[in-house]
Each structure stands twice: as structure tokens, then as C-alpha cells.
């Protein structure tokens, strides 16, 4: 059974950065994904277990980060240049399979997931 833990969310002004974690370990795959109230969750950005490929959201591109640090067993979702749209609350998920392709952002393709943190963005 792999146990996700968020950390990171809060309140934050428009223009500010936050970093999210994750702990993980074992996955061929870790995904963001963030729903806003009133609206179906989205894919955010991903990045691969075997080689550290990444991919983001056109919406978050150039702004977001994400990166693993294999000897900590952690996920980072470094955003920066926060806006208001980017209030949600961000999920990280895990795919423990071989993927089936790449990138990969749908949500079906992901095995487990984390309780959630809210990000916040507001003046």
C-alpha cells in the first residue's frame, strides 16, 4: 500500500510562490492535479520515476516546477508568479504500473493519491 503525504499549502499574495511536497516512494510516475470549487479536477504537471522526464499544463508553463529528490523519497511542486485562478486544492498522485505512455495526465492512469492541501491565492 503506498501512503501519500501533501505538505506545503497556504494562504499566499498574488505574485507569490508556495512549495508543495510529496512523499513518495517506489512509483513509475507522480502527477499534480488541482481542483477549484465548482470545477473537475485538472492535471497539473507530472514527472517520471525512471528518468526524471517532466511535463506541465500549458496554464502552469513557465511558472511551475516540478522535481524529485530520490534520497528524501520527495516530490516538489515549486509555483511561483501565484495567481488567483491557481486557488485549488493540489493532489499528488502515484502510478505504481509500467506506464502506458508519456506524459501522463489523467487521472485514471494514477493508483493513489493524497488527502490534499489548499493553496490559496489572494491579496
Known amino acids: 500500500q503506498v501512503q501519500l503525504v501533501e505538505s506545503g499549502g497556504g494562504l499566499v499574495q498574488p505574485g507569490g510562490s508556495l512549495r508543495l511536497s510529496c512523499a513518495a516512494s517506489?512509483?513509475?510516475?507522480i502527477g499534480w492535479f488541482r481542483q477549484a470549487p465548482g470545477k473537475e479536477r485538472e492535471g497539473v504537471s507530472c514527472?517520471?520515476?525512471?528518468?526524471?522526464?517532466?511535463y506541465y499544463a500549458d496554464s502552469v508553463k513557465g511558472r511551475f516546477t516540478i522535481s524529485r529528490d530520490n534520497t528524501k523519497n520527495t516530490v516538489y511542486l515549486q509555483m511561483n508568479g501565484l495567481k488567483p485562478e491557481d486557488t485549488a486544492v493540489y493532489y499528488c498522485?502515484?502510478?505504481?504500473?509500467?506506464?502506458?505512455?508519456?506524459?501522463?495526465?489523467?487521472?485514471?492512469?494514477?493508483?493513489?493519491w493524497g488527502q490534499g492541501t489548499q493553496v490559496t491565492v489572494s491579496s
Open positions: 498522485a502515484a502510478r505504481v504500473r509500467p506506464m502506458d505512455y508519456w506524459p501522463n495526465l489523467r487521472e485514471y492512469q494514477y493508483d493513489y
Open positions: 517506489g512509483f513509475t510516475a
Open positions: 514527472i517520471s520515476g525512471s528518468d526524471g522526464s517532466t
